[in-house]
């Protein structure tokens, strides 16, 4: 079976995103001031076979842990779906 | 109100991807072969201030399309949600 996931990670909360901080500024010189504040991180779809959700879990889990986040400075999550 | 917004924003589909494929193939060396095809892209969290839903939306879409999307090789997508 083929399942989709849509991965993101995003810098852990207590560490400052300096590209956040700087998109957050530019967005007041674009007249967009009610923009407060953003944090920037990674989006990643990644498409998996699997026999069944669990595996297909199972699998992207680790390759979140082994490859695709730091977990010092980052945290993740993702949803899947049978495509 | 205060809104959430969770933009990701991706390489087109027509083109190259080859952060994404240097990833897919790093897949297989950690045996995690079922992951067949990977696409990073962007994923972006920003706190909107807002009369209501709906001029948060366009706030968000004009952000998009000004500062966060470069729509020659990406799209993006977004949801919003009040907090």
New interface residues.
């Given amino acids: 079976m083929k399942f989709k996931a849509?991965v993101?990670?995003?810098p852990l909360e207590a560490l400052l995103d300096p590209q956040?901080k700087a998109?957050t500024s530019?967005?007041g010189n674009?007249g967009?001031g009610?923009?407060?504040?953003?944090?920037?991180?990674?989006?990643?779809?990644?498409?998996?076979?699997?026999d069944n959700e669990q595996?297909?879990h199972q699998?992207?889990e680790?390759?979140c842990q082994?490859?695709?986040c730091n977990a010092i400075m980052e945290q993740y999550r993702f949803a899947i779906e049978k495509v």
């Fill in positions: 849509e993101d990670v995003m956040g998109v530019a967005m674009l967009l009610g923009i407060q504040n953003v944090r920037i991180g990674k989006h990643m779809t990644l498409w998996v076979e699997a595996s297909a699998m992207v680790e390759a082994k490859l695709l």
